[in-house]
């Protein structure tokens, strides 16, 4: 499929007057397909194109609106082997990777269509008049969820589609009834170009207005700040480092009209493991740790960059052997890898820290080696950098004196995506670790290993700052619509002017709180 290198913009493929950038491909190196960054004219177009669509969805029933996303994940499906050999060409993911990441992202885009198409997601919620209450009267109130108007989504460069311009953002904020622009991600913009196709073609399918969706591409940061700064803009979903959400967190709240920034940020989900627990299965273990570091080469936000355990020279000897064992993986574009080797070296700028299995590392080497390090727990307590996520192969086994020193490390911690306990072994830690970690992070992890993100309701994916700006939020799982959303309440409306999710016969069928009760029966 050939790839023009244009923006998607309202319906109309554009050229736009910025620079040119290009995608390279990991593997070789080749640079290859120019695309022209997008201007200032084209984040205004895109984003009061999305304002008037929404004046014409906000009127539109869930189930239209799931008729578009289930279009999408049809359209995306129709992109057939082009789509993944063209993102497999710009991230090295490879076909088998991408292909599960496709059908996770399509998976994710019919969830999303039948949570709109079923109508429940609003949370409806009825107190009926008590008009002879003392001392005073209670009015009818009646409260939903609704749509809020155009949304912004950032893609992140490790996750192409699940986290990309066809990814849970933007699903989430399509299904809750709003027009998204999606700023294209500069290190695969031709994946960013097919899939805006496939958005294209569902809304020239289902009738939508165009500018329910735009894609905009970008080689810097100009056009994110553009975006996230336009006064049409009411929200934002974003997904990548802690520096680049810190960034568009800031440039949100100093708007003259501050918006909320869902960011998913990078994580270094410690992992815990108790003495009695590491002794009985030191191998195990560490073939589980190594392997959760190195897969898709440790580019996960979920990847395990943190061990802390008491002391276990037999356990630091088996995971050199483990990561020395794993095969050396592609990192994704050479930002990621600059990123790592400075990254490390901050790591061993540390006095006290040890690089166990020190290898080569070449500036210009898309492969790096599986790292992993080794500190003391008191060097680690006193050195806030160490607890960064260094994106890419690498783990940092924080070695302690005794459990006591394991609490405070868990103590000192700051928010993450997830935190995992292997201390059954352990029962006394293990119930201590656990109140401690589930203060810390949004999933709490027994006996296993953070990397692989189930997608479903009971899932939550966000953790305290820095690892998500709003640890209330989750952007995996069926609760990622509500971020899209507010509460408005109608008090002693009557029936012609209320949404049909709170009428008195409730013709939606929807279940409700009504005067404290939940219930599917009409009023
Ligand atoms: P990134 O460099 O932060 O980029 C993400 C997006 O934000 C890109 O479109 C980037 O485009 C834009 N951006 C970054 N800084 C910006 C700024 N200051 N102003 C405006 N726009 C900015 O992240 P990445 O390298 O793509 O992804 C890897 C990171 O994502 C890792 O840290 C990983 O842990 C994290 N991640 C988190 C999750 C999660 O769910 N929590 C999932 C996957 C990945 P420009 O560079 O063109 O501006």
Same mark, same amino acid.
């Given at each position: 499929?050939?790839?023009?290198?244009?923006?998607?913009?309202?319906?109309?493929?554009?050229?736009?007057?910025?620079?040119?950038?290009?995608?390279?491909?990991?593997?070789?190196?080749?640079?290859?397909?120019?695309?022209?960054?997008?201007?200032?004219?084209?984040?205004?177009?895109?984003?009061?194109?999305?304002?008037?669509?929404?004046?014409?969805?906000?009127?539109?029933?869930?189930?239209?609106?799931?008729? *578009?996303?289930?279009?999408?994940?049809?359209?995306?499906?129709?992109?057939?082997? &082009?789509?993944?050999?063209?993102?497999?060409?710009?991230?090295?993911?490879?076909?088998?990777?991408?292909?599960?990441?496709?059908?996770?992202?399509?998976?994710?885009?019919?969830?999303?269509? !039948?949570?709109?198409?079923?109508?429940?997601?609003?949370?409806?919620?009825?107190?009926?008049?008590?008009?002879?209450?003392?001392?005073?009267?209670?009015?009818?109130?009646?409260?939903?969820?609704?749509?809020?108007?155009?949304?912004? %989504?950032?893609?992140?460069?490790?996750?192409?589609?699940?986290?990309?311009?066809?990814?849970?953002?933007?699903?989430?904020?399509?299904?809750?009834?709003?027009?998204?622009?999606?700023?294209?991600?500069?290190?695969?913009?031709?994946?960013?170009?097919?899939?805006?196709?496939?958005?294209?073609?569902?809304?020239?399918?289902?009738?939508?207005?165009?500018?329910?969706?735009?894609? *905009?591409?970008?080689?810097?940061?100009?056009?994110? !700040?553009?975006?996230?700064?336009?006064? &049409? %803009?009411?929200?934002?979903?974003?997904?990548?480092?802690?520096?680049?959400?810190?960034?568009?967190?800031?440039?949100?709240?100093?708007?003259?009209?501050?918006?909320?920034?869902?960011?998913?940020?990078?994580?270094?989900?410690?992992?815990? *493991?108790?003495?009695?627990?590491?002794?009985?299965?030191?191998? =195990?273990?560490?073939?589980?740790?190594?392997?959760?570091?190195?897969?898709? =080469?440790?580019?996960?936000?979920?990847?395990?960059?943190?061990?802390?355990?008491?002391?276990?020279?037999?356990?630091?000897?088996?995971?050199?052997?483990?990561?020395?064992?794993?095969?050396?993986?592609?990192?994704?574009?050479?930002?990621?890898?600059?990123?790592?080797?400075?990254?490390?070296?901050?790591?061993?700028? %540390?006095?006290?820290?040890?690089?166990?299995?020190? &290898?080569?590392?070449?500036?210009?080497?898309?492969?790096?080696?599986?790292?992993?390090?080794?500190?003391?727990?008191?060097?680690?307590?006193?050195?806030?950098?160490?607890?960064?996520?260094?994106?890419?192969?690498?783990?940092?086994?924080?070695?302690?004196?005794?459990?006591?020193?394991?609490?405070?490390?868990?103590?000192?911690?700051?928010?993450?995506?997830?935190?995992?306990?292997?201390?059954?072994?352990?029962?006394?830690?293990?119930?201590?670790?656990?109140?401690? $970690?589930?203060?810390?992070?949004?999933?709490?992890?027994?006996?296993?290993?953070?990397?692989? %993100?189930?997608?479903?309701?009971?899932?939550?994916?966000?953790?305290?700052?820095?690892?998500?700006?709003?640890?209330?939020?989750?952007?995996?799982?069926?609760?990622?619509?509500?971020?899209?959303?507010?509460? $408005?309440?109608?008090?002693?409306?009557?029936?012609?002017?209320?949404?049909?999710?709170?009428?008195?016969?409730?013709?939606?069928?929807?279940?409700?709180?009504?005067?404290?009760?939940?219930?599917?029966?009409?009023?």
């Amino acid at each position: 499929m050939k790839i023009t290198g244009r923006s998607f913009v309202a319906g109309q493929w554009l050229e736009p007057a910025g620079d040119v950038f290009q995608s390279f491909n990991p593997r070789t190196g080749e640079a290859f397909n120019h695309f022209r960054e997008c201007t200032e004219r084209e984040v205004d177009d895109a984003l009061l194109a999305g304002k008037r669509a929404w004046q014409h969805m906000r009127g539109l029933d869930g189930v239209a609106i799931g008729g *578009l996303l289930d279009a999408v994940a049809d359209e995306i499906e129709a992109l057939g082997d &082009a789509l993944l050999d063209t993102c497999d060409s710009e991230t090295g993911l490879g076909r088998v990777r991408l292909q599960g990441e496709r059908g996770r992202t399509t998976g994710q885009i019919r969830a999303f269509a !039948e949570i709109a198409g079923r109508g429940e997601w609003v949370q409806a919620s009825i107190d009926t008049a008590l008009p002879e209450r003392q001392p005073l009267p209670r009015p009818d109130l009646r409260r939903m969820l609704q749509s809020i108007g155009p949304v912004v %989504v950032f893609g992140a460069s490790n996750f192409p589609f699940a986290f990309g311009v066809a990814g849970g953002d933007t699903a989430s904020a399509l299904a809750a009834g709003n027009p998204v622009v999606v700023k294209g991600h500069p290190a695969h913009p031709a994946t960013c170009e097919l899939l805006a196709r496939a958005f294209q073609a569902a809304i020239e399918r289902t009738g939508f207005p165009a500018g329910a969706f735009s894609m *905009l591409q970008s080689g810097g940061h100009d056009v994110g !700040e553009l975006l996230v700064r336009h006064p &049409a %803009v009411e929200a934002v979903g974003f997904t990548g480092s802690q520096r680049g959400g810190r960034a568009l967190m800031d440039l949100a709240a100093a708007r003259q009209r501050p918006i909320p920034v869902f960011a998913e940020m990078g994580s270094v989900n410690p992992v815990f *493991l108790g003495p009695r627990t590491l002794a009985a299965t030191r191998d =195990t273990i560490a073939a589980g740790l190594s392997g959760s570091v190195c897969l898709g =080469t440790g580019q996960f936000c979920t990847s395990p960059g943190l061990a802390v355990f008491v002391e276990d020279r037999a356990f630091e000897s088996a995971m050199r052997a483990a990561m020395d064992a794993a095969p050396r993986g592609y990192l994704l574009n050479p930002g990621i890898r600059d990123a790592l080797r400075a990254g490390l070296r901050r790591l061993q700028a %540390v006095a006290g820290v040890e690089w166990l299995n020190e &290898a080569e590392f070449a500036a210009d080497s898309m492969t790096p080696p599986n790292a992993v390090l080794r500190v003391p727990a008191s060097v680690f307590l006193e050195e806030p950098g160490l607890s960064e996520e260094v994106f890419g192969p690498a783990t940092l086994l924080v070695a302690c004196e005794d459990e006591a020193q394991m609490l405070a490390v868990a103590r000192h911690l700051d928010g993450n995506l997830t935190g995992s306990i292997h201390a059954t072994g352990d029962p006394d830690l293990e119930a201590e670790l656990v109140r401690i $970690v589930e203060q810390k992070v949004g999933r709490v992890i027994c006996n296993g290993y953070p990397t692989g %993100v189930e997608v479903c309701p009971a899932q939550q994916h966000g953790g305290p700052y820095p690892s998500s700006s709003a640890a209330w939020s989750t952007s995996v799982g069926a609760d990622a619509i509500v971020r899209f959303a507010r509460f $408005v309440a109608y008090q002693d409306a009557p029936q012609r002017l209320l949404p049909a999710a709170l009428h008195d016969a409730n013709p939606l069928g929807i279940i409700r709180r009504v005067n404290g009760e939940w219930t599917r029966e009409p009023l």
